[in-house]
């Protein structure tokens, strides 16, 4: 167990010099400015011995060089402060972006599967197997397996009768013993769906499980009456070891943690520096007070989700930590080819202190200047040597100062490079979470017996047919409410069933208008199989772009018969998965000039958060972006439109099984940027 504790609050000026320890180059300033300061003592001391030598006219010129010494002195202790407000600032805004995205992309996840436990909850084939029918429990098994084979997510389901004993469970392994009758309580309590996590007697080798449940209610007759109950298990742990991975690469210094209101410990990425179970009475550690564990000091940002759908999740946090002496190692960046590299500062404060280095050894020379004029209209030449040599010191100061500013400059835009393409990377694995969820939804929804049984009925004319169909569409598309419209469309193209029938979507018996993707659906070999359309503008979403997800309903015989087809709804979508990863600070506020594009490799721009770049249109990228492999990123100042921008990109590389086993290829590059021109006083980093 490590040791953990809250360090004493400093004052200022402790505080500051005390951060200096774990920065060796700003010490080194610190170091140097104090020699320089020492040097300046002792030639001032030869002035005040020599100033008789100037005959009553040596006062006014020492008088102005103490002055000139002061001035530097205070501003030495200003740029201090600042370089280490700076790189803590930089810091923290790094932590909370990786706590940030830590929860939202789990909330995302769980999200997804609060409609699942609906949906499935309402499965006629597990109606009729609750109600008694002749389903045999193999054929209910083999459901669920089709069910997690296509929702990898799930590593057991459960389907129990009303009194809770197991009817059918997926994981043979689950030695399941006792009704668990308080979870059943709190099931029968719940409106809509049930989320838990904590140990259950439904799977009793589990120290925790993170469960969904629902109660089965029959669909025959006016009672609606309670059948059974449905309990569907998440991997939980797999899902968050995959977020780490997504996030941290090797070597980096930031450790990740979820925990629960209590501060408990739920998951961590290093298991050695906090692991499960363990429990912090404050997880924020700040340079004035930050955490101890196991003896070396941390900062650390925790933060609750923003939530996804007005979905929040259970009462969690994520919680990022860095050793101080990480997120102070400054290390001095090779300087980048780009006409912002120069002079650029990081803030106004910076930008002040710079200007007023050079504005106090502009005075310096011309005191100094003065000084030799006096010195050689009275003959007193010994006294020059004094004079130049303040001149060469307070030269000296400036340049360490300008140095010191340099330094963190070129270090920032590094980071800001860096941070850019780490966010890229962040953005195109939201997307591919997400349209992961599409691809399992059409395919999964293709199974539902009411489809072919209704079709079959719509096919003879039953009227009755069409309205169940249309019934079930709704209900489905009430609970994922990504989508715009879920259509049921025959082999011809014929729009049989939809769930949003109005003038701005395609009516019930017009046609669809995706005519490759109507023939790719006829041709899908199994009901593994997807098909997807181009990223095109289309009727089916009011004539704007998106993507149409479908899969072959099929007969008995497993022939296709008709489609589902599942309308993404694109522009909010995706835009929201761009505003998540843009670079912002530890208050959340994205950077001024920070921007995120989806692009294919011609340069289509499948979403913007820019108003330039439109939805549709093409722009012209660099080769280096648009020949990005499945998974590769890249980073440099390059020219995107008509703005030189700080740009990371990812391509995208898929998740689980999606666009990983050769199911669908479809290049998608994320693009996140800053734009230099747009920061405040030449501002890299936000909020200062």
Request: some cysteine; overall charge negative; charged content about 25%.
């Amino acid at each position: 167990m490590p040791s953990v504790e809250q360090t004493t609050s400093l004052d200022a000026v402790t505080n500051y010099r005390r951060a200096l320890k774990y920065c060796q180059h700003y010490q080194s300033f610190d170091e140097d400015l104090s020699k320089l300061n020492r040097f300046w003592d002792s030639i001032s001391t030869i002035g005040s011995i020599n100033q008789d030598l100037l005959q009553g006219h040596g006062t006014p010129l020492l008088e102005s060089m103490r002055e000139t010494r002061n001035n530097f002195t205070s501003l030495q202790g200003r740029l201090l402060q600042s370089l280490v407000e700076e790189t803590v600032s930089k810091a923290t805004s790094e932590l909370s972006f990786f706590a940030q995205n830590t929860i939202d992309i789990l909330v995302r996840n769980l999200f997804e599967r609060t409609a699942d436990v609906g949906f499935l909850a309402v499965d006629e084939i597990v109606r009729e197997f609750l109600k008694g029918s002749d389903i045999p429990e193999l054929k209910m098994r083999q459901r669920l397996q089709a069910y997690v084979q296509k929702y990898s997510v799930y590593d057991e389901i459960l389907i129990l009768d009303r009194d809770g004993n197991p009817k059918v469970q997926l994981n043979p392994d689950n030695k399941v013993e006792i009704p668990d009758r308080n979870l059943l309580r709190q099931i029968d309590q719940a409106e809509d769906y049930f989320e838990h996590y904590g140990y259950t007697s439904f799977y009793p080798d589990r120290f925790k499980s993170h469960l969904f449940a629902s109660r089965v209610i029959s669909s025959q007759g006016e009672t609606h009456e309670h059948i059974g109950y449905l309990v569907m298990f998440f991997r939980f742990e797999d899902e968050l070891s995959r977020i780490y991975q997504q996030m941290l690469k090797e070597g980096d210094s930031i450790s990740l943690i979820l925990t629960d209101h209590k501060n408990t410990v739920l998951t961590s990425s290093n298991a050695e520096l906090l692991d499960i179970g363990e429990r912090i009475d404050d997880f924020d550690g700040t340079l004035e007070r930050p955490i101890l564990l196991n003896n070396r000091e941390y900062l650390s940002i925790t933060l609750p989700s923003t939530g996804y759908q007005g979905y929040m999740g259970l009462d969690w946090t994520a919680t990022a930590l860095m050793p101080i002496s990480d997120a102070m190692a400054v290390q001095l960046q090779k300087k980048r080819q780009s006409a912002y590299s120069e002079d650029m500062v990081l803030s106004p404060n910076l930008s002040k202190i710079y200007q007023e280095s050079h504005n106090i050894n502009r005075k310096l020379r011309i005191v100094t200047i003065n000084g030799k004029s006096l010195a050689a209209r009275l003959e007193v030449r010994t006294f020059v040597p004094i004079l130049e040599k303040i001149q060469d010191v307070g030269n000296e100061m400036t340049n360490i100062i300008s140095d010191s500013i340099g330094m963190l400059s070129q270090t920032v835009m590094g980071a800001v490079l860096s941070d850019c393409r780490l966010y890229s990377a962040l953005a195109i694995d939201i997307m591919d979470r997400n349209l992961y969820e599409r691809a399992n939804d059409c395919r999964w929804w293709a199974l539902t017996p009411t489809f072919i049984e209704e079709l079959e009925k719509a096919a003879q004319g039953e009227k009755a047919s069409k309205q169940k169909l249309e019934q079930t569409l709704k209900y489905i598309n009430e609970l994922y409410t990504v989508y715009t419209n879920i259509i049921v469309f025959g082999l011809n193209g014929e729009i049989i069933a939809c769930s949003e029938d109005s003038e701005s979507n395609p009516v019930t018996g017009s046609m669809l208008s995706d005519k490759d993707l109507i023939s790719s659906t006829a041709r899908l070999s199994n009901p593994q199989a997807y098909a997807v359309s181009e990223f095109c503008e289309t009727p089916e979403y009011s004539n704007r772009h998106t993507y149409i997800y479908s899969a072959a309903i099929r007969d008995d015989s497993g022939f296709p018969k008709a489609g589902v087809g599942v309308v993404f709804d694109s522009e909010p979508e995706f835009k929201a998965m761009l505003e998540s990863a843009l670079p912002c600070d530890s208050n959340g506020v994205t950077a001024k000039g920070a921007g995120g594009l989806f692009v294919n490799p011609d340069g289509l721009v499948i979403s913007s958060t820019c108003s330039e770049f439109r939805v549709g249109e093409k722009i012209n990228l660099p080769a280096v972006i648009s020949r990005l492999r499945n998974g590769q990123s890249y980073e440099g100042l390059m020219k995107i439109g008509d703005r030189n921008l700080l740009l990371g990109a990812t391509a995208s590389s898929g998740y689980r099984e999606y666009k990983t086993t050769g199911d669908y290829e479809n290049s998608v590059i994320a693009l996140i940027f800053v734009d230099p021109e747009k920061q405040p006083d030449g501002q890299l980093m936000p909020g200062q």
